[in-house]
């Protein structure tokens, strides 16, 4: 049986995945881009979710 996680803040693109998180509203009045969009610089599902994970405690 597969394992099903949730994948919050990991977007696949078609050369690896990115790390994206909304700008808050007070922030991002003046931004083009409401988002903070980084490349995880991997293809493998494994390592995206860890590198998510260690970007989301970092952020904190």
């Not at 009045?29 to 998510?52: C, I, K, M, W």
């Amino acid at each position: 049986m597969r394992r099903t996680t949730s994948h919050l803040h990991l977007e696949r693109r078609t050369s690896a995945f990115y790390w994206r998180r909304r700008i808050p509203k007070l922030f991002s009045e003046n931004a083009s881009n409401p988002f903070f969009v980084f490349s995880l610089q991997t293809h493998v599902v494994r390592e995206a979710d860890g590198l998510s994970h260690e970007m989301e405690h970092d952020a904190c």
